[in-house]
């Protein structure tokens, strides 16, 4: 469903949209970021993993290791990889220069896998994206390497934690 944006009578600004990836017509647009300044900006993100328990006892007694090498590494890899190509995944994201990228994970109880990916940069916009798609990303290679064991592994939520830099800041950083 298109949202709602009036259009300005002839001669009248309009309104600005609260979605900054739409133009005044409601068509997507990528938004223009050549005004803003270039500010040290950082951003995390968490996915959680949660396995059924006979499935996580497996995985805890083997050290994360399954038939296809080690899980924490390989999700690692791929979040960092996954972070550098946001842009070509996510369609009006820039394509940014990452400074850094950190990836931990760790069990967060008896069956729940914790997944936190923090990215910074210096540049005109913001690393939400890239810190979301880290995270998710190397949650989806964890399932990939553990589905052989269950379909029944849950992903999700993922979500910002935080981010400094820009407009405003939000929640907390690792």
Do not use: N
């Amino acid at each position: 469903m298109k949202p709602k944006i009036d259009k300005p009578k002839p001669g009248e600004p309009g309104p600005e949209s609260p979605l900054s990836h739409l133009d005044a017509d409601g068509r997507p647009a990528m938004v223009d970021v050549s005004g803003k300044p270039v500010t040290p900006r950082e951003a995390s993100a968490e996915c959680l993993v949660a396995f059924p328990p006979e499935v996580a006892s497996q995985l805890r007694a083997s050290g994360l290791r399954s038939g296809k090498g080690g899980i924490v590494e390989t999700a690692i890899v791929a979040g960092t990889m996954a972070v550098k190509r946001t842009h070509e995944l996510i369609p009006f994201c820039h394509p940014l220069p990452i400074e850094g990228v950190r990836i931990g994970i760790d069990w967060r109880d008896a069956r729940v896998l914790g997944i936190e990916c923090s990215v910074r940069t210096t540049h005109r916009t913001g690393v939400e994206m890239e810190a979301l798609t880290g995270a998710t990303v190397a949650a989806l290679v964890v399932y990939d390497m553990c589905k052989a064991l269950s379909h029944a592994i849950v992903l999700g939520p993922a979500k910002l934690l935080g981010k400094r830099g820009g407009k405003r800041d939000f929640g907390k950083l690792g």
